[in-house]
């Protein structure tokens, strides 16, 4: 069968479709917000009053807050789509299976860019950053790092959506896999806003980029098969 | 032993493997002989690594541990291929063959590398004076051990039979392609803190004695991914088998 649209308009159709049902209730933009702000008060709580301390760590805990509210994030985008049998649905339209993997993706990425954006002022706020070294690099990161867990999420969230226990199921199966996309994306983002004396944050964005391009492809093609059994 | 004897039996064991599953005339008969001789090279292995290799140069008797310990996570990453190779080949082709030995393999290559791990924690100890440190290689085996334990957990939670298949294959695949950057990112992330290098001054009877391990435990990898696959295809096909509810799938609740 062959799609009568290609496969970009066709992902940006399902990219659109996700951003109005998005703006509709703007329900998963402000509770995962509000998710990780409280996420953000708790790690200043755990490590006591320190701005010295906190600042060091501040990327860590930017991206960590991300983290925790993309799993959340990443599930409810594929609950979405089994209620009612949606996806079938949008499988037999026929959209082909591809174009709903980048089109989810970017979905998902784009929330946890906006997000990540409405989180730095509260940094600034909670452990006194200076965003003013670098802004564009910092932002070139934060969307790396945003198109980087909703990669292999956007799979893996395609498979929990029905399997039995979803919840602890999406972390179990991401958060190992995501483990080398934290490294790259906390310490480019560290020499994004402290000294960076050794000019590290070059390779860091390059593995970020190579991260976010690996994932990307493997997803892409192997994302039809999972879609085949939704 | 020369060096290439390990390899060769590793060819061995993958053919060994595949004679097991296609045939079913050498299924009864060909882990015995091999379970045998795993037995006594583990005998051996003990004289062999207690008394006969020379103590490590630096570390004196707790470097005797690395008989033991780097067989067993070479065996975790061989089952972990192996998995792959299985999963691959049924996103390829359908086969429940294949799923089962995929499955067979990642739990045996979880008892692997847990097992290397916490051999490898014990050593750290009084060698780096901590459990735990950031090597890159470490770290690797332990995120790679997490994966697949994530992996296990998806096929205990997916019922359908046919969608646990994909779907665990689907998982073992980007669980499997993430390794190499873990590792790579790890040995740059490092490269900030100083860390102590194990003084890896290799003398020729240790190497001997740990391809011994190797070839042993290379016996005992081949004996339980069969014994576990063929307790994992009767559980299959009864869950093929299994007569429909008459309810629609799992969907939303």
């Known amino acids: 069968m062959t799609p009568k649209i290609s496969l970009l308009a066709a992902a940006w159709l399902v990219l659109k479709k996700d951003w109005q049902i998005e703006w509709r209730t703007r329900a998963r933009l402000t509770a995962i917000i509000f998710f990780s702000l409280s996420t953000l008060l708790l790690f200043s709580f755990a490590m006591g009053p320190d701005v010295t301390t906190l600042r060091a760590h501040a990327p860590g805990y930017l991206w960590l807050a991300l983290l925790f509210a993309s799993v959340l994030s990443l599930g409810e985008s594929f609950r979405i789509e089994s209620e009612n049998q949606a996806l079938t649905g949008l499988v037999l339209t026929p959209v082909e299976p591809r174009a709903i993997f980048v089109g989810k993706v970017f979905g998902n990425a784009s929330l946890l860019f906006v997000l990540s954006l409405v989180l730095l002022p509260v940094t600034v706020a909670l452990y006194d950053v200076d965003l003013s070294r670098d802004p564009l690099r910092l932002v070139l990161v934060l969307f790396l790092g945003s198109v980087g867990i909703s990669a292999p999420g956007t799979v893996y969230s395609a498979i929990s959506a029905n399997a039995r226990a979803r919840d602890v199921m999406l972390p179990l199966l991401l958060f190992p896999v995501l483990m080398p996309l934290l490294l790259a994306a906390v310490s480019a983002t560290k020499f994004t806003l402290q000294p960076d004396p050794q000019e590290q944050v070059d390779s860091w964005l390059k593995l970020l980029t190579a991260f976010d391009l690996i994932y990307l492809s493997v997803g892409f093609l192997l994302f039809p098969k999972v879609a085949e059994e939704d | ?253």
Request: one cysteine or more; hydrophobic letters at 55%; a positive charge.
């Open chain 2, 1 to 253: 032993m020369p060096p290439f004897v390990p390899l060769t039996l590793l060819a061995l064991v993958v053919a060994a493997i595949i004679a097991h599953v296609a045939s079913p005339k050498v299924r009864p008969w060909l882990w015995k002989p091999v379970a045998a001789l795993g037995a006594v090279m583990l005998v051996a292995l003990w004289y062999l690594g207690l008394v006969w290799a020379p103590p490590e140069q630096f570390m004196s008797d707790v470097g005797r541990i690395l008989y033991v310990h780097v067989p067993h996570v070479w065996m975790a990453l061989i089952a972990f291929t192996l998995n792959v190779g299985c999963a691959v080949a049924y996103l390829m082709k359908k086969s429940w063959v294949t799923d089962a030995l995929a499955e067979s393999a990642a739990e045996v290559g979880v008892y692997f590398g847990a097992v290397g791990v916490s051999m490898g924690s014990i050593w750290a100890r009084p060698t780096w004076g901590v459990w735990w440190d950031w090597d890159p290689r470490l770290i690797s085996t332990t995120v790679m051990l997490l994966a697949y334990v994530g992996y296990l957990a998806l096929r205990s939670f997916t019922e359908d039979p046919e969608r646990r298949a994909t779907w665990s294959a689907v998982a073992a695949i980007l669980s499997y392609v993430a390794l190499p950057i873990v590792w790579f990112s790890v040995r740059w992330w490092n490269s900030l803190h100083q860390v102590q290098s194990s003084p890896s001054t290799v003398d020729k009877p240790m190497v001997q004695v740990l391809r011994w391990g190797a070839v042993t435990m290379l016996c005992f990898l081949y004996v339980f991914v069969v014994k576990r696959y063929e307790i994992a295809r009767p559980r299959q096909t009864a869950a093929i088998e299994l007569p429909p509810l008459g309810l629609p799938r799992p969907e939303a609740a």
